[in-house]
T-cell receptor, first 112, second 117 residues
Framework: AQTVTQSQPEMSVQEAETVTLSCTYD???????LFWYKQPPSRQMILVIR??????QNATENRFSVNFQKAAKSFSLKISDSQLGDAAMYFC?????????FGTGTSLTVIP | NAGVTQTPKFQVLKTGQSMTLQCAQD?????MSWYRQDPGMGLRLIHYSVGAGITDQGEVPNGYNVSRSTTEDFPLRLLSAAPSQTSVYFC????????????????FGPGTRLLVL
């Protein structure tokens, strides 16, 4: 089975600062997708950003960007200009075909 | 569009009882799936479907049944609930199937919290 590892159970960041959340994954495949999901206290899963493994360019969505290192099997999320609304659990996820694997999550606290 | 809807939002069961968690989507998505979320373990795939009449197992299928008679609905059945099935259950859907699983973005429902006593 594929595994997704998030080694930081908790992180904190000052408002307006930048924070990076780490994610590594294990796979022998070359074609797959990677995602970061945000889960606020409402429990709703919200897609933050996605990366297709065949694309070398790192994905960016406004203040969110990734550092995708395919050879190292690393997929970190950078949040710039952190806002109070960014406080949530963040899950890294891997998808190959129909199978989806999630990491255990990183709880992000934003300090005013 | 309502997106992905789930009912009920919260349910308490006694051990051995059966129940069905409902999931519906109005986006005409081919792919639908069920996950459970337990503390400290992230989301784990239970079952999925790539279209009406087609279902398959995910990572943790034991104790759960699914069927898909229509594109819109994908119910999850617990035939004999056990305390180990206490969890939050999420349904999700996305466009695309085929051998590669498609490229669609996955949308999640709001979740059902299940407590088995």
């Amino acid at each position: 089975a594929q595994t997704v590892t998030q080694s930081q159970p908790e992180m904190s960041v000052q408002e307006a600062e930048t924070v990076t959340l780490s994610c590594t994954y294990d796979t022998s495949e070359s074609d797959y997708y990677l995602f970061w999901y945000k889960q606020p206290p409402s429990r709703q899963m919200i897609l933050v950003i996605r990366q297709e493994a065949y694309k070398q360019q790192n994905a960016t969505e406004n203040r969110f960007s990734v550092n995708f290192q395919k050879a190292a099997k690393s997929f970190s999320l950078k949040i710039s200009d952190s806002q109070l609304g960014d406080a949530a659990m963040y899950f890294c996820a891997y998808r190959r075909g129909y199978q989806f694997y999630f990491g255990t999550g990183t709880s992000l606290t934003v300090i005013p | 569009n309502a997106g992905v809807t789930q009912t009920p939002k919260f349910q308490v069961l006694k051990t051995g009882q059966s129940m069905t968690l409902q999931c519906a989507q109005d986006m005409n998505h081919e792919y639908m799936s069920w996950y459970r979320q337990d503390p400290g373990m992230g989301l784990r795939l239970i079952h999925y479907s790539v279209g009406a009449g087609i279902t398959d197992q995910g990572e943790v299928p034991n104790g759960y049944n699914v069927s898909r008679s229509t594109t819109e609905d994908f119910p999850l059945r617990l035939l004999s609930a056990a305390p180990s099935q206490t969890s939050v259950y999420f349904c999700a859907s996305r466009r695309g199937s085929g051998t590669s699983g498609g490229r669609g973005t996955q949308y999640f429902g709001p979740g059902t919290r299940l407590l088995v006593l």
